[in-house]
């Protein structure tokens, strides 16, 4: 990871936030001990395929005959 000073981030800051957009890390020091990091930002997950995941795992699971779900609270608080 390359270091630069936070003056001359301040003057580079869009040669910095390029860089870092093709996945490099760059450090901001201020007096000499470094303050930041300055890098790429991680995708996001996709809340769709989050919940479309969920919702085929849930279809797979087969709840025991003869429970509910209050019951299955009930149990788990004693």
Do not use: D, H
């Amino acid at each position: 990871m390359r270091t630069i000073g936070l003056f001359e981030a301040k003057q580079k800051l869009s040669e910095i936030v390029e860089r870092a957009s093709t996945g490099e890390q760059i450090g901001i020091t201020r007096r000499g001990k470094l303050a930041a990091v300055v890098g790429p930002v991680r995708p996001a997950a996709n809340l769709e395929s989050v919940f479309n995941e969920i919702e085929e795992i849930r279809k797979q699971v087969k709840r025991p005959r003869g429970f509910s779900v209050k019951r299955l609270i009930e149990e788990g608080r004693r």
